[in-house]
């Protein structure tokens, strides 16, 4: 093997083995050499500048352009990445620009270099998908032992208000305490843990009881409780559905199917007339009855998505990268825009949002067409509940999510030669 190829395959294995532990590394470090904090968060970044060169020179000398020129999803990547650089012609400064560029595309950059990797030498297959195993480990150990630990406890490596928040409360009610592990956030915390429980629930009704994939996905789920993070919840329960439906849907009986829509309905019911509980008004609604924080975090969800929506109707070509989300706050502009298709549509207009919609429901189809793989089925159920999450929090923006489920994507997609296709299924032309 080439030391391209081993340098290249290196730098995408750190990317993903430091990603789910990076957000305190970087507070960390950052506090340490405050003058380098920018670099130390863009150290991912960096790395994926590093290894493109690298790659295209890979695929150059292994002969395979044809290949990926011919793989239309290539071409929608390509337009979709040309699409931003156009998009600068509304500039909105130069931090704001960059730190746009750099949210909307390096999710999509990890996948295709991860894809070419795999595609050259499938030999790291086995190695990036053992990696995120452990990644998910540390995410969720690291999670429950907080169960344990001072509430505050990360201020020691440097997180406060001006960095990441130690911890979180729901409506500012210190009864319930929002957890988030390794990650930026509970919001993002709760979409990569229900992501680990469903993958893992894949797993067990594919290849059966492994205790180790037992204890991850159950840990997970505690998790993704102790994140209070709604739409994890959401994601998670539509997971569960369409994996047991997808093994086991046959096998229910009629009568079955409606003794389980009568639980669904009479559970509905009662958290209906419980609404006003204690728990369930702060856990499930957000809703401190007895005082919290004077705004709603409800009311927030949807001013932001009315004000997003009224922008995107209003300007369809888009205002331009680094117009919203967190990349905003550098132009002076602050624009929160709560849901990641009004934030794509917002910043790069509707043609944006019909290439990224694209590209998104193509891996999604090949995932489910190597459904046979439980790593594939539950990614692409992971995928689906990343979605959702979506229309009420913009998801691909925190790094470890996007990275992680596009790197995995792009892992299980590189290549037909893995015994991921279902038994008896015809190959098909590329999508």
Not at 147 to 171: E, H, K, M, Q, W
Not at 248 to 267: E, T
Not at 294 to 314: C, F, K, Y
Request: charged share 15%.
């Amino acid at each position: 093997m080439s030391r391209i190829m081993t340098i290249y395959a290196g730098l995408l294995i750190v990317i993903l083995a430091l990603i789910v532990v990076h957000a305190p590394l970087q507070v960390f470090f950052g506090s340490l050499a405050p003058d380098y904090a920018l670099y130390i968060k863009a150290w991912k970044e960096i790395l994926m500048l590093v290894a493109l060169p690298l790659g295209l020179l890979l695929v150059t000398r292994a002969g395979r352009w044809d290949e990926l020129v011919r793989d239309r999803l290539v071409w929608l990547v390509s337009a979709y990445a040309l699409l931003h650089v156009l998009a600068l012609l509304q500039w909105q400064g130069l931090e704001a620009s960059l730190a746009g560029l750099v949210i909307d595309l390096r999710y999509v950059l990890y996948f295709a270099l991860v894809y070419i990797l795999i595609v050259l030498a499938p030999q790291y297959r086995r190695v990036l998908l053992r990696i995120a195993v452990i990644g998910a480990g540390v995410v969720v150990g690291f999670g429950l032992l907080q169960l344990a630990l001072p509430r505050d406890f990360l201020a020691v490596l440097g997180y406060s208000d001006s960095t990441i928040r130690p911890y979180n409360t729901i409506d500012r009610n210190d009864d319930f305490i929002r957890y988030q592990s390794t990650l930026r956030g509970p919001n993002p915390y709760g979409a990569y843990v229900a992501s680990v429980a469903v993958i893992a629930l894949a797993w067990l009704t594919a290849r059966g009881r492994d205790w180790r994939v037992m204890v991850l996905g159950a840990g997970a789920v505690v998790a993704t409780y102790f994140s209070h993070a709604r739409s994890a919840f959401v994601a998670l329960a539509f997971g569960v559905m369409l994996i047991l439906t997808y093994r086991y849907g046959r096998r229910i009986k009629p009568w079955l199917w409606v003794s389980l829509a009568s639980l669904a309905i009479v559970g509905a019911g009662g958290l209906f007339l419980l609404r006003d509980s204690y728990l369930v008004s702060n856990v499930l609604l957000h809703e401190d009855p007895v005082g919290g924080s004077p705004v709603s975090s409800n009311d927030e969800h949807w001013r932001s998505l009315t004000e997003g929506t009224a922008a995107v109707l209003q300007d369809p070509l888009g205002d331009g990268v680094g117009s919203s989300g967190s990349a905003s706050i550098l132009s002076g502009q602050t624009n929160i825009i709560e849901n990641q298709y009004l934030m794509i549509a917002h910043e790069v207009g509707w043609l944006g949002l019909v290439l990224f919609a694209s590209i998104f429901v193509i891996v999604l189809w090949r995932l489910w067409q190597r459904r046979a793989d439980p790593w594939a089925l539950g990614v692409f159920v992971a995928g689906i509940g990343l979605a959702l999450i979506g229309i009420i929090l913009p998801v691909w923006a925190d790094d470890t999510v996007s990275i992680v489920w596009w790197g995995l994507a792009g892992i299980l997609l590189a290549g037909d030669n893995h015994g991921t296709r279902p038994r008896n299924q015809k190959t098909t032309r590329t999508t």
